[in-house]
């Protein structure tokens, strides 16, 4: 998992995948709907999903990405300016 690798050494954070796809927003926002409407505690409706991986963040690669952030953080004003007003 390419992207997810790249967002953990990006972040510096240990990423974990569930085991089923279905968990997300759309699951969160529906037990947060059963708990308003049946009353029930959200301890009583939500349940930590199984955990299929985890990926860890490469931290040999932090100096790098921190010297590309500065670098993203010095050229982006200029990059915005030229872009013109927006929208």
């Given at each position: 998992?390419?992207?997810l ?8 954070v ?11 927003a759309?699951?969160?926002?529906a037990?947060?709907a059963?708990?308003?409407?049946s009353g029930a505690t959200?301890?009583d409706?939500m349940?930590?999903?199984e ?9 040999s690669?932090?100096d ?9 953080q010095?050229?982006?004003p200029a ?9």
């Amino acid at each position: 998992p390419f992207w997810l690798q790249t967002l953990a050494n990006a972040l510096g954070v240990s990423l974990n995948v569930p085991q089923k796809g279905e968990f997300g927003a759309a699951l969160g926002a529906a037990r947060l709907a059963m708990a308003a409407h049946s009353g029930a505690t959200l301890s009583d409706i939500m349940t930590k999903p199984e955990i299929a991986q985890t990926v860890e963040p490469d931290l040999s690669l932090s100096d790098a990405y921190e010297e590309k952030y500065a670098q993203y953080q010095a050229l982006y004003p200029a990059v915005k300016s030229a872009m013109g007003p927006q929208q």
